[in-house]
């Protein structure tokens, strides 16, 4: 029996035959006899130590025949082209397919899993295009068994895993390999790169993939050591190899100011040759650069400024024109928020802002005290208002109207409160020029635009605002340009109430009706109740007190007001007006009562005609009309009865009467004419 065995592993051993029919050749465990089972068990004892089963690629010089199945292995989860490629550098690998098969489970053949074949690659030295095969083959793999695969790279090495590789595209890489593999960088070989490598993490080699990795951006964080100096290690890029790598970067990936703010970090020569954080330098001759105050903030080299040119600088955070602050979630603690003077700066660091700390107090007074400050969600501010020169404001001005500069002036900031709700307030750039002799060597706030809202002309003084004509941005400003615009605005209406009751202030009184025409539109809760009124009093505008006030809401009672302060309004905004200031109405603080007697007459059809519907039908004719004990022209009581004196009093009781005020001059024509309706009809066409 055992010699029988012996030559059974003998024949298996030099036979050759295609394929892996061989396998079934290898006895099951079991024998259906005692005899039969002692002969099993002795070949099964035999073969495992049996060079005869067949290795997954045809044998070669450097490949054996046949593989002996203690020493051969099957890859789970590979195919054959997987199997084939893998053959090449693991020679001990059996065809593809076998996992399942017993009588490899029975000679104790290895089974390795894909990931540890692929594990098994690491620091093998091959071809890309090798590598590049294998990728092929093993499309459509779980990545999640491939992470460990090596990645060929542009400088000769081998990397392990795909992630963090940049692939290089069909324009190349944007920086030569060697200096992005000084920079720590890894960039696969073009004859290796695949479509497989970026399903598993790795990134095309674009610029802006380049420039944010974290090696670069360690690098420009890393570019001015704490002493001012430069600190490089031998096999890094020094200084001027960095800053032209990066500046090259922003350079292809089209960056605009701000859309890295990190940037600012990269350390760049100032105009006398010494590093300075790119944040802090000034493009020469730009449009920042003209309206700063001499000596202020370094420029940046010269010589690498006429080499790169303003946009790629500027993408680096070098000041061409002024720079924003973009910051969220910011607590209004104004002990938090001191200006930050010295050390470079994060750009979203709220800190570069000057004045920010009474900005947010000023922000806190307008909420009640709580134990939780508020929270500004999104802060957009310019920073460096305060190194302008003064005398260059209008040219800084202008600058700061454009996108997207414009918006941190005029969007509102949104405020967390501590009880969950939201209030929006100024922003911090409008609120810094509001303060500031910015406009006309004068402070914008309470200005008036020139050319602006006439009935704001006395109230306000006037200031030169050439070259705006944004009304928004006028207004953010603090100046004023219509009254409309300044009731708004939060809190305009007292500002207009407060400088109607400064008595240094001239009002006409059809500027005075006007304005309180345009008031009574609005609601009393948000108008708070002033101490004083402007007021016409016998004719003349003047400041009193406003308990006294009274509001114009009949004309045939004026006879009467003599020494009466009248706040004089349309008709028809009269009751709006004595609700917003809580004053009586004229018609309430005169009795009015008719004295005299008189004759009734009917109402003309031409007049009727003229005033529509609401003309009363008929009037009292009086020689002398006494009311209250006063001889007046005209009364309409108040059961609907007109009483007048005159032809003109007939004219404008009547007119009052229709609600057509405006016409009583052509009532008074009819009424002493009546051949002149078709000229009067006719005219009104014009109306």
């Known amino acids: ?107 104790g053949v290895a089974r390795v899993p894909l990931t540890d074949a692929i594990d098994r690659l690491a620091g093998l030295e091959k071809e890309p295009g090798w590598w590049r095969r294998l990728y092929d083959s093993l499309a459509g793999v779980d990545p999640d068994r491939l992470s460990g695969l090596p990645v060929p790279l542009a400088d000769g090495r081998t990397t392990i895993g795909p992630r963090q590789v940049l692939l290089p595209t069909s324009e190349g890489a944007p920086v030569e390999p060697e200096t992005l593999a000084r920079l720590g960088l890894k960039v696969a070989h073009p004859d290796g790169a695949h479509p497989l490598l970026e399903k598993l993490g790795a990134l095309p080699a674009s610029p802006r993939a380049v420039l944010t990795t974290p090696q670069v951006r360690a690098a420009v964080a890393a570019s001015l050591d704490d002493e001012g100096g430069l600190d ?25 100011p701000g859309d890295e703010p990190w940037l600012g970090a990269l350390a760049l020569p100032d105009e006398d040759g010494e590093p300075a954080p790119a944040g802090e330098l000034v493009f020469p001759g730009s449009p920042f650069h003209q309206v700063m105050r001499e000596g202020e903030l370094a420029t940046v080299d010269p010589e690498l400024a006429a080499r790169w040119g303003e946009q790629p600088l500027a993408a680096c955070g070098v000041l061409a024109t002024f720079a924003l602050v973009r910051a969220t979630d910011v607590v209004l603690d104004p002990d938090e928020l001191e200006p930050r003077d010295g050390d470079f700066a994060e750009p979203d660091d709220a800190g570069l802002l000057d004045a920010v700390d009474v900005w947010s107090e000023d922000v806190l007074d307008r909420f009640p005290d709580s134990p939780v400050p508020p929270v500004a969600t999104e802060l957009v501010a310019v920073r460096d208002l305060e190194l302008v020169d003064e005398e260059r404001w209008p ?114 009184g059809a500027q005075l009706h006007a304005l309180y025409g345009a008031l009574a539109d609005l609601d009393p809760e948000q ?6 009124l402007r007021a016409v009093v016998d004719g003349r505008v003047e400041v009193v007190d406003a308990a006294d006030a009274v509001v114009v809401d009949s004309p045939d009672l ?64 009086h020689e002398e009309l006494v009311v209250d004990g006063v001889e007046i022209d005209w009364r309409l009581t108040g059961d609907g009865v007109l009483h007048a004196a005159t032809l003109e009093g007939v004219a404008a009781g009547l007119a009052w009467a229709a609600g057509q005020w405006p016409r009583r001059f052509e009532v008074a024509a009819l009424l002493e004419d009546p051949s002149r309706t078709e000229e009067l009809a006719r005219d009104r066409w014009f109306d």
Do not use: C, N
Request: net charge negative; proline share 9%; aromatic share 4%.
């Open 232 to 256: 490089w290690e031998q096999d890094t890029l020094d200084a001027e190899e960095l800053a032209d790598t990066v500046l090259a970067l922003v350079r292809d990936a089209g960056l605009e």
């Open 395 to 508: 040219q800084a001005l202008a600058l700061l109207a454009q996108p997207p500069l414009r918006d941190a002036l005029t969007q509102q900031v949104r405020i967390l409160l501590a009880d969950g709700t939201h209030e929006v307030v100024r922003p911090y750039t409008a609120w810094w020029l509001r303060g500031h002799p910015v406009l006309d060597g004068r402070r914008p706030a309470g200005l008036l635009a020139a050319g602006g809202d006439p009935l704001l002309r006395g109230l306000y003084d006037e200031a030169d605002a050439t070259g705006f004509d944004d009304e928004q941005v006028l207004r953010a400003l603090g100046v004023r340009t219509s009254v409309a615009a300044l009731l708004d605005e939060p809190g305009g209406a007292a500002e207009l109430l407060d400088r109607l009751a400064d008595p240094e202030r001239e009002v006409t």
């Open 558 to 621: 004026l006879p009467f007001t003599e020494g009466v302060p009248l706040l004089p309004v349309r008709p028809t905004r009269a009751a709006e007006l004595a609700e917003l200031f809580q004053v009586r109405r004229l018609s309430e603080s005169v009795t009015g009562s008719v004295d005299s007697k008189g004759t009734e007459h009917d109402v003309p059809d031409p007049v009727r005609v003229l005033l529509g519907p609401r003309t009363p039908s008929s009037y009292v004719e």
């Open 527 to 532: 108008v708070t109740l002033p101490d004083e």
């Open 1 to 107: 029996m055992q010699r029988a065995a012996d030559a059974y592993a003998d024949l298996l051993a030099a036979w050759r035959p295609v394929g892996v029919g061989i396998i079934d050749l290898v006895p099951g465990p079991l024998g259906k006899g005692e005899l039969d089972g002692a002969l099993r068990h002795a070949v099964l004892e035999r073969l495992p130590r049996t060079a005869f089963l067949p290795p997954a690629l045809e044998p070669t010089d450097d490949l054996p025949e046949a593989l002996r199945p203690r020493e051969a292995e099957v890859v789970e989860g590979a195919g054959a082209d997987t199997v084939s490629v893998l053959a090449e550098v693991l020679p001990t690998l059996l065809p593809a397919g076998l996992e399942r098969r017993v009588e490899l489970r029975t000679l």
